[in-house]
């Protein structure tokens, strides 16, 4: 909550680990105009770190998944994590929601569950590839690869 109640509604509300695109440098106040999750407003410069990431596909990547990976919060580098999401260009990389929560330890029809990934409603993973036979998905999230069921996936555009 804003501590100046005249102008918070004019403040771009966001929760930690949000990535918020600044536009131009900060203002005599420390603010900075912001914009994320398709809001705009300003963003006190005190609370907000820049990530540089100079590949633009990473880029755009993050701008896609609007929040920084769990466990890259808590003040690690962001490139060389993340930087496994490059795949290459022959590579069809689908964007894609999870509809329900997945443990592969509990749920996986396969013996080899530890090369799954888990993920919960709502997750947006990075689908890489064709749809195996088995009815599997090659995807990321947040940096993590392995397989996921495509049963519980739907397609999402790219905006």
Request: charged content about 20%.
């Amino acid at each position: 909550m804003s501590p100046n109640h005249e102008t918070a509604a004019e403040e771009l509300p966001f929760v930690p680990g949000q990535i918020i695109k600044v536009c131009g440098d900060k203002d005599a106040d420390g603010f900075y105009h912001g914009e994320s999750g398709g809001l705009s407003g300003y963003v006190p410069g005190n609370m907000v770190a820049e990530i540089p990431v100079n590949d633009e596909y990473l880029k755009h990547l993050l701008l896609q998944q609007g929040f920084l990976p769990v466990d890259h919060t808590a003040g690690m580098s962001m490139t060389p994590a993340l930087s496994d999401i490059i795949t290459p260009e022959d590579v069809i990389v689908r964007r894609m929601v999870a509809l329900f929560d997945y443990d592969p330890w509990e749920s996986s029809p396969n013996y080899d569950s530890e090369v799954e990934l888990g993920f919960r409603s709502g997750d947006i993973i990075y689908v890489l590839g064709d749809m195996d036979q088995d009815g599997f998905y090659f995807g990321d999230l947040h940096g993590r690869r392995g397989l996921v069921p495509s049963n519980y996936l739907q397609l999402l555009p790219w905006d």
